[in-house]
């Protein structure tokens, strides 16, 4: 089996919520999805993401998903 190659999306969750002012928990919250589950997508350790918890945080974050996820090495 081939070993599995690290992806180069990065997350940019942690900049959102400290520009709206808002916790990973309320956050969890809004969107129905568990701390832990939004604490691995905030720390780039998420191997996938569905587009209706994608829907949600870009709706309660007011942002675009191009705003949430980056390739490469975009900062």
């Known amino acids: 089996m081939p070993s599995e190659e690290p992806h180069q999306i990065a997350?940019?969750?942690?900049?959102?919520?400290?520009?709206?002012?808002?916790?990973?928990?309320?956050?969890a919250d809004r969107v129905g999805l568990t701390i832990a589950n939004v604490?691995?997508?905030?720390?780039?350790?998420?191997k996938a993401i569905r587009f209706s918890t994608l829907s949600a945080i870009c709706r309660e974050l007011d942002c675009q998903p191009g705003d949430l996820l980056t390739f490469g090495s975009q900062s």
């Open 11 to 27: 997350c940019h969750l942690d900049r959102l919520l400290a520009d709206r002012g808002m916790t990973l928990t309320e956050l």
């Open 39 to 46: 604490s691995i997508l905030k720390n780039d350790r998420a």
